[in-house]
């Protein structure tokens, strides 16, 4: 998850984050498809720890990266 990686968390500081735990975290960074058949709400909790939309999880391998670390 590009997110987590440009926030420099680590896989279990987001789980921590987010209420999820690691192994989902870890399946949802492993295979796409995981993460496009998770919860709306598992989904939310994910963006709210990574301070960004829904909709930014889901940016195509195509669309433009952040260039920038942001700040929560």
Do not use: C, F, H
Not at 11 to 37: C, F, H, M, P, W
């Amino acid at each position: 998850m590009q997110w987590r990686g440009i926030r420099g968390m680590t896989k279990q500081q987001l789980a921590e984050k987010s209420g999820l735990t690691d192994t989902t975290i870890r399946k949802y960074e492993n295979d796409v498809s995981s993460l496009r058949q998770a919860k709306y709400t598992s989904l939310e909790k994910l963006a709210s720890a990574l301070g960004v939309s829904v909709n930014d999880i889901y940016l195509s391998p195509s669309s433009e990266k952040p260039k920038y670390a942001m700040t929560i």
